[in-house]
């Protein structure tokens, strides 16, 4: 499989259009080509005239562990080129930056998770570049989580740094391919261009679009250490609105929740009780572990273990935005007054539930606080939703 940079690097035709252009970088530290050079110096390398470089949550060079640490303005020491952050004073370019280049080359592994920021950041430089006459390349490089669909629709007004358009949680595209359906649906006039993949095949097992024997795995976050919690990001990404650890200050965060005060064994029966059927795909293995920093830090934590992986794992069966939707509602039916949902801004939002921002509105914490509520309740509202996103992105597929 090549990369949408290996292709560029490799083909000289591919590259003649930057010729005498002003060329900025959006990249992260898994920007890499596969011989694992970093993107910014791979293209300097080639001769192509980099003149700015932007960074989104977390960094350029991944230099902030946690949400909510922002980045600064600096030069970089190499090539001694401005480098712009979209996570720290600004979210959005400024006109000043986009001044700097001519064409913009955005490089950034995806994670296919609508909360995951590097989607939003995509559509802020899309505006801008429209806005300001500027060009738009996407390198394009694998969704990991591959192409299922699952999770409600982000509700009109819930919009937000981790919530860009009406998707749903798991949204099954590449960002070249996002950026094209945000180019249609807000109606961007700009110069926009997907440099493709080759030989990206996600339907095919075992990597379903990762390619597991040819690249290697880089965090493109601190705490996304592998293709294990890639795949369950789309429901422990939710463990953030919620007094639960998500295995931050651990070695496999967001693969694993749990307190202090959770009976492991007894949640996983209440699970199977409730929904054996969104169990499916997954191996779950009941776990011990103290955080050595974020929430519960120090102390002993019960919990799960979601392995998306092995010889267990089924790609089309795993639900993982209902695995981790199952298991706050078994605490609700095991422990009726468990202070679930916490109470902290979310990423700059003041005045909303953080498990509210998250999902794009409060359905889904509505669902498991009503004791009434069944399993179906929740699929009944969230089968219509990812039916008609199949039938939206499917004009934008290009593999």
């Not at 252009?21 to 001769?47: C, E, F, I, M, Y």
């Not at 300001?132 to 669909?149: C, E, F, I, S, T």
Request: charged residues 25%; aromatic residues 10%; proline residues 8%.
């Amino acid at each position: 499989m090549n990369f949408g940079i290996d292709r560029l690097l490799a083909d000289p035709e591919l590259r003649k259009p930057l010729e005498g252009k002003r060329v900025a970088l959006l990249a992260h530290p898994a920007s890499v080509t596969a011989n694992l050079t970093h993107s910014l110096d791979a293209l300097r390398t080639a001769g192509v005239n980099v003149t700015a470089a932007f960074g989104p949550q977390h960094g350029l060079r991944g230099d902030k562990q946690d949400n909510m640490m922002e980045s600064p303005d600096f030069d970089d020491p190499v090539h001694g080129i401005p480098v712009f952050s979209l996570y720290g004073e600004v979210r959005r370019p400024t006109a000043g930056s986009m001044a700097r280049f001519d064409v913009l080359l955005v490089d950034l592994q995806d994670l296919g998770c609508r909360i995951y920021t590097f989607i939003t950041t995509l559509l802020y430089v899309l505006e801008a570049a429209a806005e300001h006459g500027k060009r738009v390349w996407v390198l394009d490089r694998p969704n990991p989580a591959g192409r299922p669909v699952e999770g409600l629709t982000l509700r009109s007004g819930w919009e937000s740094f981790v919530g860009a358009g009406p998707m749903p949680m798991r949204h099954g595209m590449t960002l070249g391919e996002m950026g094209a359906w945000f180019v249609d649906r807000f109606k961007l006039d700009l110069d926009y261009r997907v440099i493709d993949m080759e030989g990206y095949a996600p339907a095919a097992g075992p990597g379903h679009g990762w390619p597991l024997d040819e690249r290697v795995w880089i965090n493109p976050s601190p705490n996304a250490p592998n293709l294990n919690m890639a795949r369950a990001y789309a429901g422990t990404v939710m463990l953030e609105g919620t007094t639960l650890s998500e295995g931050r200050g651990t070695t496999r965060p967001l693969e694993l929740f749990g307190a202090p005060d959770l009976d492991a064994r007894a949640l996983i029966a209440q699970m199977r009780a409730l929904a054996p059927e969104w169990l499916e795909g997954c191996t779950l293995r009941d776990v011990s572990f103290e955080p050595t920093f974020h929430k519960h830090a120090g102390t002993l934590c019960h919990g799960v273990h979601i392995h998306a992986e092995g010889p267990g794992y089924d790609h089309e069966a795993f639900r993982p935005w209902r695995l981790q939707a199952l298991a706050f509602k078994a605490i609700r039916r095991l422990w009726p007054d468990y202070a679930l949902w916490r109470d902290f801004p979310y990423e700059y939002e003041f005045d909303k539930l953080a498990i509210d921002v998250i999902n794009g509105g409060p359905a889904l914490r509505e669902w498991v606080d009503d004791p009434a509520a069944a399993p179906g309740d929740l699929d009944a509202l969230t089968a219509p939703d990812e039916a008609a996103w199949e039938e939206e992105r499917l004009p934008y597929l290009r593999y």
